[in-house]
């Protein structure tokens, strides 16, 4: 708000009235004089009694109306477009040198990456959506430009374009503008095989809305172990990214990790070990400045000659009192107790790491729901962990099955749950990472990732929580919708078929009522040890009003 003053003179300056003369003065008569100056006496006293009836007056009334401040008013925000992006493919570092701009070469002749995305709309109009490529080129035009809205009161069916199982070599971006003002609802994920080489196994990740600000937890950089931090930055605007580091032993100063440059429409690749070499347990907080950007990392394991599994580390919910993770696999606890306990195993088991980035330690709950209800943890499920660093929960010991880990204390946190699958000495396995996700509401868009054994995995935490899911089929349909009554403390599992009603199924809908539910879709291949999990991603934004508040 500016404040203006009037001038506290008249425009002529500050000098006598004009038209006095300063150099001299006139004889008058000694009468008419002595009147005059009885005259010009009176009249000051006579401006000066006016002059204070007036601030009198300006005292007793209020001020003008154009002095107010206006009741702040609610003025709506348009919508923006929808954007996810999908991380490019796994591939092997060549070389072993330390430093932030690795060059990559493929390693396998069986590796196969591709996108899988889904883009809703209403009342017979899909937004105009694309995926594309960093530099701007379309790669699947999914829907053209609709034209002009619908009118009111128009039938609000659902119907979806996607993406069907399209073979990507690079990052690529999913974009939906909006309609009606509102953002689209999108949902993508890209997916990686190899039955070959020290990258083989499964990583999944969900094509990831950019951020300035964002956590990943589950990196590791001890032999054998390959952390690479992607950056992609799919925005006009250069990003200026600054990493934060946290180990076991507390937060990590690196040189190098401040001021990366991330260029519009390219990918930054940084390797992690040479940031921070030899840690067991690694945390990234990922801030920039600009251009938003979308991280991942690509955590591989190779025990001497055997692969122990590749995965793409998303990043989590925000720091919180609370982290929910679900779709945790656990194998058998004979078989996992047999298998960590041998060396170069140990992190071959379940285990939730929690990140206090915080100066206060963290008192940590942790709960595990599976189909039957709450499972005790052996260590008995209280934990503290240290501020500012990176504290690890094994999850072993509890019957084999799917779970739903929750995590709580009075300190806010980051979390994220390790899968592992095989448990046979010298063979190959694999690994996963499950990221803390965000509670269930209304019409989520939800990617399955073709190929393998899909399962979409449900948690309520306390009491009862219905979720409704509508398969989305590659012709374009939002079939008839099925529900889940699931209980409080516990976990459903829902097999996905490959197709409905004769299409095959790309993804669903999902909302959910009740208590709060958390989702996510586990993939994993029958007869191999692959695996992923993918958390159910936020709801696209409806519409947004801010207040603005007026004055002068």
Not at 93 to 116: I, K
Not at 426 to 438: I, K, L, N, T, Y
Not at 526 to 532: A, I, L, T
């Amino acid at each position: 708000m500016h404040e203006r003053t009037l001038p506290s003179q008249s425009p002529g300056g500050t000098g006598t009235p004009s038209g006095t003369t300063t150099g001299g003065s006139s004889a008058l008569p000694a009468g008419k004089g002595r009147a005059r100056t009885l005259a010009q006496v009176g009249g000051a006293a006579v401006l000066l009694a006016g002059a204070g009836a007036v601030v009198a007056a300006g005292a007793l009334f209020p001020a003008p109306e154009s002095s107010r401040t206006l009741p702040a008013a609610a003025v709506a925000v348009p919508a923006g477009e929808s954007l996810g992006v999908c991380p490019g493919p796994a591939r092997l570092l060549q070389g072993t040198e330390a430093g932030t701009d690795p060059q990559f070469s493929p390693e396998s002749d069986t590796a196969a990456s591709s996108v899988t995305a889904a883009v809703l709309g209403a009342s017979g109009v899909l937004p105009a959506s694309r995926l594309s490529q960093l530099d701007g080129t379309t790669a699947v035009e999914i829907a053209k430009d609709p034209g002009p809205p619908p009118a009111e009161g128009a039938r609000q069916e659902l119907l979806a374009g996607v993406v069907f199982n399209r073979p990507v070599n690079q990052a690529t971006v999913l974009t939906a503008d909006a309609v009606a003002n509102q953002q689209a609802t999108t949902g993508g994920a890209m997916k990686y095989t190899a039955t070959d080489g020290d990258l083989q196994g499964m990583a999944a990740a969900n094509c990831l809305q950019p951020s300035n600000d964002q956590w990943l937890t589950g990196a590791s950089t001890t032999v054998g172990r390959t952390s690479v931090l992607a950056l992609t930055n799919a925005s006009t605007t250069p990003a200026t990214v600054s990493l934060e580091l946290f180990g076991i032993g507390g937060q990590i100063q690196a040189p190098g990790s401040r001021g990366l440059l991330v260029a519009p429409g390219t990918t930054r690749s940084v390797v992690l070990g040479g940031l921070a070499p030899g840690e067991a347990r690694l945390s990234v907080h990922v801030r920039s400045a600009g251009g938003p950007v979308a991280a991942t990392i690509q955590q591989s394991v190779l025990r001497g000659l055997t692969p122990g599994g590749v995965d793409f580390i998303a990043p989590g919910a925000a720091p919180a009192v609370r982290q929910v993770m679900t779709g945790v696999d656990i194998q058998d606890p004979a078989g996992v107790s047999a298998l960590t306990g041998t060396n170069g195993y140990q992190d071959a088991g379940p285990a939730l790491q929690i990140t206090v980035p915080g100066p206060s330690d963290a008192v940590v709950e942790v709960k595990l729901y599976g189909r039957d209800g709450e499972k005790p943890l052996p260590s008995g499920g209280v934990v503290t962990a240290k501020a500012g660093s990176v504290t690890e929960v094994s999850l072993a010991g509890v019957p084999a099955g799917h779970y739903t880990v929750s995590a709580a204390s009075d300190v806010s946190f980051v979390a994220s749950t390790r899968i592992t699958r095989g448990l046979e000495e010298g063979q190959p396995s694999d690994v996963a990472w499950a990221a803390s996700g965000f509670r269930l509401g209304s019409q989520h868009a939800v990617p399955v990732p073709q190929g393998g054994l899909r399962q979409l995995v449900l948690g309520a935490l306390d009491t009862r929580a219905t979720i409704t899911y509508s398969a989305i089929t590659a012709d374009g349909k939002v079939r008839a919708p099925s529900t889940a009554d699931i209980a409080g403390g516990t976990t459903a599992s829902i097999a996905v078929p490959d197709k409905a009603d004769e299409a095959d199924v790309v993804g669903y809908v999902v909302s959910a009522a009740g208590d709060a539910a958390y989702g996510a879709v586990l993939v994993q291949q029958d007869g191999r040890n692959d695996v992923s999990a993918l958390a159910f991603q936020p709801a696209a934004a409806g519409q947004e009003t801010v207040p603005v508040s007026i004055s002068y």
